[in-house]
Structure formats: C-alpha cells, structure tokens
C-alpha cells in the first residue's frame, strides 16, 4: 500500500521528523490559496505513487502566483508514468547544503530489513560514486544508536551532524517496525543552509497484509470521492476505468486497457487529442455501455466518440442495444464510429447500421479514426456553410 508523499510526510511530522511547510491541494484555486500562505519561491509537487517525478516535470520550483497558477493547471489531471495526479503539495523552498539519502527496505532474500544511508542523495542516487552504507535489521536482534552511530560515520557525517543522522536513523527504524513498512524511504533528506534536517521527499509502502493493524483511512489509501473530479466518481461506480485528458476532443471507450491506450495513440498519431481513457472492462450489460456514452457526453469539450471493442467475454449485440439506449437519451450529439468485434458481431452491426451509424467491420483502429475525424470535419464545414 504506497502512500503518496502528503501523506507519507503527515505521518512522519506526527512523529516528530521535521518536513517542510505546505499543504496539499486538489483544485487550482486550491494550490493558489496554499502558495499565498507561504513565501516564493515554491515547489509544487504532482502526488502520485511513480518514482522519477523530477525528471518527469512533476516537480518543479516557481517563482510567482503567475507560475503556480500554470504549473498547477499543467500537472493537476495529467498522468505521470501511467498515474493519475488529482493532488499537488504545495511547499517552501529550502536552500540546501547537502541531499542525503536514507532509507529502509525489505530485502525479501535476505529476510531482513536494510538500513541504507548515502551522503549523496537526490534524483540521480543510483549514480552516486559509493555504494550506501548499509546494515541488516531482522526483527529480533534491536537497531541500536551505537550501529546508527556507526552507519553515519562510516557515511561521513561527524560530530553533532553525525549524532543527529543517528538519532534519525533510530527513529525512523522504529517506525519501520510500527507502521509494517516494506519501504520507508527519505530521499533527499536536506541539510539546510541554515543547518536543519528536513525530510524534503518521503516514501513509505505499508504492508496492505497488516494494514487492518494500522487503521488507514481512505485519505491514506486513496485520494477521497469527493477529491475526485465527479465523472471519476460515477465511472468508478459503475465499474468503468476513466481518466479524463484535459485539451482533448475525442471521446474513446474501449474493451481493455491495452486497446484503449492504442486506441488513444492513433488519434494522436493521426493529428488530433484523446480527450480520455475509458475502458469498460468485461461482462458489460447495455446499462453498462450506456453508461459508458452517457459519461463521454457530459465532457463539453468532445467533438466525437470512437467504440473500439473486441467481444471477447462480452456480447456484441447486447453492447449494440446498450448504445443504442444512450443515443435514444441524447448522451452524445457529435459524430460515432463503431469498430466492434466478437460474439454476435454480425446481429450488433445491423442493429447500428439500421440507426445510420458508422460501423467499421474489419478495417483497422487507424482507419476507423480516421472515419470519425472525416465527420468531424465534415460536420464543421457543414455549420461554417
């Protein structure tokens, strides 16, 4: 169970581990009122599970309310490394002296926890020119200050600086024991310019076999429903995988993950946005596909809608009458294009093609794309005539 970095802070601050000022924001305006309570410069972080994120332009430093205003916008909604940021944290900026790596990791092999500490740490730790200090916790023997102590100087830090990584070391090993934590990771762990130790990025995956342990509630599990954009909410409801893309006009629902992310590739390949990712799975009832359209229409910025399935466990026909069921609502008003395949494929394209909707039989994603896009702007000419 990966927590994300607000949260994985927020439980480390509850134990005394000192971490930066900021707040969590699930809005733009949201972000903007967090940043006006502190002083630029700023970081502005997408809270999302993946690793990489600073490489990835999910964190970046702005200077002003103009750049905050954008960069929240920009990350708020997109995805990072396949996941989806519905929250920023917004927090102070820290001039640093020195980005220290510390971490705690279950080495399943070795049947033992691994202390690991680095006096080189940040984005590139893989890269840095020693290996991290390390030493084996099994549980039972305990981690002591004076094994802490030694893991700091073997990792160069002396004097008071050395007893402080120490004390740190002890406490967050504690920790590891008490929360269940498969991983517990600091990196970087600041010292500042002006000598302070600050957990700048946390990491912490709890063991979900003895989460029932630990009380999590779903703000540390999850981002809550009423966080979530209120699409999100109803597909998750009904059973639908969706994720809104902002700046698309195409809507796409697909049968699987994999066709849907191709499905979405081609429309970019082919000069325009997919405008979501929507993929509805299997055992899909008309009521469920019905839905599935019905969501697409409530996206005000969608020109036209792509059905890109393969049968598979579902049934062509009864996916047919499901679409048929939301036209008959008036779910969508722009162009459909059908490219539907598997059992009872031949009953499901007469019942669209009786409605005059455009059925693709045995072309490919590409050429059924390619229809759709052709009413578009068809459809745009026909109005500008």
């Known amino acids: 169970m990966d927590l994300l970095e607000f949260e994985a802070k927020r439980r480390l601050a509850q134990k005394g581990v000192p971490v930066p000022r900021g707040s969590v924001a699930f809005s733009v305006e949201a972000a903007i009122r967090a940043g006006c309570q502190l002083d630029f410069p700023l970081m502005v972080k997408a809270q999302v599970p993946s690793g990489g994120r600073k490489k990835a332009g999910a964190v970046v430093e702005v200077h002003d309310v103009d750049e905050l205003n954008v960069h929240a916008a920009r990350l708020l909604g997109s995805c990072v ?12 900026y820290l001039p640093t002296q020195q980005e220290i790596y510390l971490a705690f990791q279950l080495d399943t092999g070795r049947r033992e926890v691994l202390a690991l500490l680095s006096p080189y740490g940040g984005i590139d730790i893989e890269k840095a020119p020693e290996a991290p200090v390390m030493h084996g916790m099994n549980g039972v023997d305990p981690f002591m200050f004076k094994d802490a102590l030694r893991m700091a100087k073997e990792a160069g830090f002396e004097g008071n600086r050395g007893h ?14 008490h929360w269940d934590a498969t991983t517990l990771e600091i990196n970087p762990l600041l010292h500042t310019s002006d000598g302070r130790l600050i957990a700048a990025d946390a990491k912490i995956v709890i063991d979900e076999s003895a989460a029932f342990r630990h009380e999590l509630g ?11 954009d209120d699409n999100e909410a109803r597909a998750r409801r009904m059973g639908l995988q969706f994720v ?16 849907a992310l191709a499905t979405m590739d081609t429309v970019r390949a082919l000069g325009s946005r997919p405008a979501n990712f929507l993929d509805v799975g299997g055992g899909v009832s008309r009521e469920k596909m019905a839905a599935a359209l019905e969501l697409l229409g409530s996206i005000a910025e969608i020109d036209g809608v792509i059905i890109n399935v393969f049968g598979g466990i579902n049934n062509c026909q009864v996916m047919a009458e499901g679409i048929l069921a939301a036209l008959a609502k008036g779910a969508i008003s722009g162009p459909l294009v059908v490219k539907m395949r598997g059992h009872e494929q031949e009953t499901a394209w007469k019942i669209l093609e009786q409605q005059s909707i455009e059925v693709v039989r045995w072309g490919t994603t590409g050429q059924a794309v390619k229809k759709l896009l052709k009413q578009i702007e068809d459809e745009a000419n026909g109005h500008m005539g």
């Open 81 to 92: 490394a396949g996941d989806r940021t519905r929250a920023v944290l917004i927090e102070e």
């Open 244 to 259: 809104p893309l902002s700046g698309g006009t195409i809507g796409i629902i697909a049968g699987g993950a994999g066709l």
């Open 218 to 228: 779903q703000s540390e599990t999850t981002i809550s429903e009423d966080d979530e």
């Open 164 to 177: 402080e990584v120490a004390e740190l070391l002890v406490m967050l090993a504690e920790l590891v024991w």
